[in-house]
């Protein structure tokens, strides 16, 4: 209802000869049935995704785009009752409804989260499919890796999925931003996850720039991901 509120009346303020857009960023996750042929887990996988996905977005009806935050997706089992959505390392804490976390061998953060680039594109899709074709802002997505180890990595295979949506699914995808520009204190977690492109020492305040930043500027900067030569150039082996 808020969000219907703000909306109404951001759009009466700005609508006329603007090209403002209005809309709420919203918290989005893929479910994926281990077994897609299994009732139960494409149940678990659809219960889970209205749970997390769904019910937020169907809350925001007023929008004049989808602006969604994605970090990772899930495979999920059917699991009577309810379980963490945990994994080995994972800091989540998630509470799915009839599923259970099925493990996978993923990149992952500081903080145990996968990087999951291709439940982006199912994501995507499935939104489009069943909102309206809006337009499509990534607001967050990232990973905590204080040593930039994997961010390189998370960053192009994301990117290269949502080339891919745009180019072969014509998705309308229109932005992306990076969870992000600096490390930060994240709420509960404070200064120990580090999400950031630039790196910053929270008692002295000095900072530098991870190589995952020189990737980022070389996509931004170009019209075209030249994945070859940025796996050359920036990711470590």
Known sequence: ??????????????????????????????FEPD??????????????????TDLGLTLMKQSDALM?????????????GFSYA?????????KLPGADVVPEDRLRGD???????????STLKYIQQ???????????NGIADKEDKVR?????????TLAEGIEYH????????????????????????????????????ERYLRNSAFLYSAIARSDYIDSERLIKEFIPT
């Open 1 to 30: 209802q808020a969000n219907d509120i703000a909306f109404n009346i951001l759009t009466k303020q700005h609508r006329e000869g603007s090209d403002v857009t209005v809309g709420t960023a919203h918290n989005v996750t893929w």
């Open 68 to 80: 969604l935050n994605y970090y990772f997706g899930y495979r999920v089992r059917f699991r009577p």
């Open 170 to 205: 014509n998705l309308p995808i229109k932005g992306y931003y990076h969870w992000t520009i600096v490390d930060n204190m994240e709420l509960a977690e404070g200064f120990r996850q580090r999400f950031g492109l630039i790196a910053v020492d929270p008692v002295t305040g």
């Open 35 to 52: 077994n897609p042929h299994s009732i139960l887990d494409r149940s678990s996988a659809v219960l889970s995704r209205f749970t997390f």
């Open 130 to 140: 069943k909102y309206g074709r809006k337009p499509i802002y990534i607001t967050e």
């Open 111 to 121: 903080n145990g989260w996968p990087s999951t680039p291709e439940y982006l594109l």
């Open 152 to 160: 390189a990595s998370s960053i192009l295979t994301h990117l290269i």
């Open 86 to 94: 945990t994994e080995p390392g994972s800091t989540a804490i998630t």
